[in-house]
């Protein structure tokens, strides 16, 4: 993945398009997402899988540019979604019905219907009212749907806390110790087919031991509901394979497929994987400009043009992205402590602090690593800010996935009723 992302002729690339190019083209800031970075790493997923009955769902929420989900449906992912419009999305992208499977807490009926639809492979319930409204939707279609019902594990996955989620305490699915009686039911209720076991226990995890105990528990539970006479088939393992964001750290694929290998070996089902970031964080960029420099306190800041808006992981979950210079540094050029911020009206909107970066200055072009999952996805247009546009680099070529939205389109549908039609008051008030 290291060679993604490259400097050729003191300028970095994106595989063979130089990034300087596509701030010229497209402006800034922009997202530029490399098809070989995301290619890669499917294969890397598939060769640890080789042999085994398994379909990868892509987690679309990570990055669902149709180009993006396309390039890897053109590779053989399936979808992982969690609304109608992230099922919407799945299908414009071409991915068939049969490879995606619906998840998330709160589907409506409308979104059931839909997924029924369009023959969807799987839809993970998180719980009995969840499971009472399938079966309804789906007996009054006289069809039944597929369900794997998502057990909480109770562990804890060792990422930040707040892309945790197989903890008891969280909101995400059924408690194991309830799994045996829910399936039972869900194996009497018109219009469900109780066919697989669920489980994700976070993102971002960077060692095998969360793992191990989540998926051990899913393969005792397989075993238990196959003795109680449910004819599980398939085993949805979920994502949340931990990828680099500084170091060198990831988590070692290999060593993962072999540890589910370990657990799974002996059941003869059928797995499902849904990665997101795995498949998409290290093969995207967010390309930003520095617009002011300004010497701070302490240290100065470099006041980008790009904000928390568009890329709000270190806002939120105090993210650590790598920042390189377009312009690659002199050898010799001394680092500089430096305050990396955003244009936005926010203490919050602070991409980076004291990160040693060599002297910028303004127009210099900067690219933040590490975001092609949720990134874009995220952005929104707080401060009536545009939002970026995205590009798809492949080989030498690319292509922008989606242009720029400027703030009038955005607020193209906003409306004035017809009580505020008078004109303004020049001074003193009104009403
Ligand atoms: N499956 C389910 C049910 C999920 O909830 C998620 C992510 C995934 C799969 C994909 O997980 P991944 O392989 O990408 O770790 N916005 C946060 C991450 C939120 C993850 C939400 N669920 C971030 O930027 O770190």
């Known amino acids: 993945m290291t060679d993604i992302f490259h400097y050729k002729d003191g300028v970095l690339f994106a595989e063979e398009v130089s990034l300087a190019a596509i701030a010229e083209t497209v402006g800034t800031p922009a997202y530029v997402y490399a098809a070989k970075g995301m290619c890669d790493q499917l294969a890397a997923l598939q060769d640890a899988f080789a042999g085994q009955r398994m379909m990868i769902c892509y987690a679309i929420k990570a990055n669902s540019n149709i180009a993006v989900v396309k390039t890897l449906a053109n590779q053989g992912a399936g979808a992982e979604i ?5 099922l919407q999305k799945a299908l414009a992208a071409g991915v068939p019905g049969t490879m995606i499977m619906f998840a998330g807490v709160a589907k409506s009926r409308d979104e059931m219907a839909m997924a029924l639809d369009a023959g969807i492979a799987q839809f ?19 069809t039944k749907a597929p369900v794997a019902i998502r057990i909480n594990p109770d562990v804890a996955a060792d990422t930040h806390e707040k892309i945790s989620t197989g903890r008891r305490q969280d909101k995400f699915g059924i408690a194991y110790d309830q799994a045996g009686e829910v399936y039972a039911m869900a194996s009497s209720l018109a219009g469900i087919e109780p066919i697989g076991v669920h489980l994700h226990i976070g993102s971002q995890i960077m060692s095998l031991a969360p793992f191990e105990t989540a998926y051990q528990r899913g393969a005792d539970l397989v075993r238990e509901l196959r003795a109680q006479g449910i004819p599980i088939k398939r085993l949805d393992l979920g994502g949340g394979m931990g990828v680099r964001y500084r170091g060198d750290v990831r988590l070692d694929i290999a060593a993962y497929a072999d540890l589910v290998q370990t657990i799974t070996g002996d059941l003869d089902v059928e797995l499902l994987l849904e990665p ?3 498949l998409v964080a290290e093969a995207g960029t967010m390309l930003a400009k520095v617009r002011y420099m300004k010497q701070g306190d302490e240290r100065p800041f470099a006041i980008l043009d790009a904000g928390m808006n568009d890329l709000i992981r270190p806002a939120l979950y105090d993210a650590y992205h790598e920042i390189l210079p377009v312009k690659e540094a ?3 050029a001394e680092l500089q402590a ?17 990160r040693a970066l060599p002297p910028l200055e303004p127009e210099d072009l900067v690219a933040f690593l590490g975001a092609g999952a949720y990134g874009a996805v995220m952005a929104s247009d707080y401060n009536a800010r545009p939002l970026a ?10 292509s922008v996935v989606r242009p720029r939205i400027e703030p009038a389109l955005r607020f193209a549908d906003e409306r004035i009723p017809e009580w505020l039609e008078t004109p303004p008051v020049e001074c003193g008030r009104a009403c």
Do not use: H, Q, W
Request: charged share 25%.
């Open 124 to 142: 993970n319930v998180e719980s009995v009212p969840e499971l009472i409204a399938l079966s309804e939707v789906a007996a009054a279609k006289k």
């Open 82 to 86: 969690v609304s109608g419009g992230e």
């Open 276 to 278: 997101g970031r795995y």
């Open 330 to 332: 002199a050898p010799n």
């Open 389 to 398: 546009a995205e590009v798809l680099v492949d080989g030498d070529r690319f």
């Open 338 to 354: 430096t305050d990396v911020v955003g244009p936005i009206c926010e203490s919050s909107d602070i991409f980076a602090r004291g």
